[in-house]
Structure formats: structure tokens, C-alpha cells
């Protein structure tokens, strides 16, 4: 089964100075994917981590770019493993939820929020869940390491373009918070 007929996965990041890469598993903890950091380590050093790549049998299927904003709200762009833009994401400015609207390439829109601490998420299509996602505290030695993971729950009626959407919302989640928590650091 492919990564965007699955129904339930979850996300384990293994992330270090300059890389941010997570292997993604199936509800049986089965590897379904993984997700590489791309780009220089001297741009990644300077500018983030802005673009991961997923990878399923060593081929790219989903490719998450965190576009450079200067003076405008985070956007993510989610594209296929062709190239072609499934959604754009952009961060919403709250108070004391986190909200991230997906504008998918058809015209539909999904909104992604979050509690303030980033545990809970729910993405909706209009009134309809489409996903949830619950951020896991990870055991003593997988914290040691900096891991975190995430559970995805999605609508089994979703076709795979709101699929590798989603997923693609899941990692933004986890790129902002890093963005987040190096800004509070002064880093």
C-alpha cells in the first residue's frame, strides 16, 4: 500500500543541527517512506531547513518547500513527486490557537488548527474532519536524541492529492515549531 492510501501514519523525526528528517510508518510501525532535508549544509546553516523531500522506495513522491518571506505570513508550498503544486500553505496570524490554511490546487481550502503548545491539530474541510493529528512525547532517550512524533489520523474518503496535502501540513507543523523555538532561543 502506497503512502497516500494509508489511513493512519506516523511521523518520527530524528532531527539534528542541520537536518530535520523523520521516517514515516504505517499503523503496524511498518516503514512506509522517509523524509530527507535538502540543500547545502552551508544554506541550510544560514537559512534552515527549507525543503525536505519524501521519499518512498528511494523515490521522491512529495516535496515540502519552505519558501523565503521577508515581509509576508510563512507560506509552504506541497508539491508532488513530479513537481506539481498540490497546496500552498500559509500560517495564520492568532492569538491563542496555531491555524494553517491549506489552498489546494483545485480551489479547495482545508484549515489546519492547533492548540497554542502544538500537541492537538485538526485539519477540516469546511465542517468535515479530514485529519487529526496528535504531536506524541517521545520516550527519555528519543527526547536525548531530539525526536518527536506525530500521529496522523485521515478521512479514509480523501483522494491521494488532499492526502499528500495533509502530510505535507503535518511537516510545516513541525518546521514552524522548530522556527518558532530558534527565534525564542535568539538563535
Given at each position: 500500500m502506497s503512502l497516500v492510501d494509508q489511513n493512519v501514519l506516523v511521523l518520527q523525526q530524528v532531527r539534528s543541527f542541520l537536518t530535520n528528517d523523520f521516517d514515516i510508518l504505517d499503523a503496524?510501525?511498518?516503514?512506509?517512506?522517509?523524509?530527507h532535508t535538502?540543500?547545502?549544509?552551508?544554506?541550510?546553516?544560514?537559512?534552515?531547513?527549507?525543503?525536505?523531500?519524501?521519499?518512498?522506495?528511494?523515490?521522491?513522491?512529495?516535496?515540502i518547500t519552505d519558501e523565503v518571506n521577508i515581509l509576508s505570513r510563512d507560506t509552504y508550498t506541497v508539491a508532488d513527486g513530479s513537481g506539481a503544486t498540490l497546496a500552498t500553505l500559509t500560517k495564520l496570524f492568532t492569538f491563542a490557537t496555531r491555524k494553517i490554511q491549506a489552498d489546494l490546487a483545485d480551489g479547495t481550502s482545508l484549515l489546519c488548527?492547533?492548540?497554542l503548545f502544538g500537541r492537538s491539530f485538526t485539519i477540516s474541510r469546511g465542517d468535515a474532519v479530514a485529519a487529526r493529528i496528535e504531536r506524541r512525547m517521545p520516550g527519555?532517550?528519543?527526547?536525548?536524541m531530539g525526536r518527536d512524533r506525530y500521529a496522523l489520523s485521515m478521512d479514509p474518503s480523501l483522494p491521494p492529492s488532499y492526502r499528500?496535502?495533509?502530510i505535507g501540513t503535518?511537516?510545516?507543523?513541525?518546521?514552524?515549531?522548530?522556527?518558532?523555538?530558534?527565534?525564542?532561543?535568539?538563535?
Open positions: 503496524d510501525g511498518s516503514p512506509v517512506a522517509t523524509i535538502e540543500g547545502s549544509a552551508l544554506s541550510r546553516m544560514f537559512r534552515g531547513n527549507r525543503e525536505l523531500t519524501v521519499l518512498e522506495d528511494g523515490r521522491p513522491v512529495l516535496r488548527t492547533g492548540s527519555v532517550a528519543d527526547a536525548l499528500g496535502a495533509i503535518v511537516i510545516a507543523i513541525d518546521l514552524i515549531r522548530a522556527k518558532e523555538d530558534a527565534a525564542s532561543s535568539g538563535s
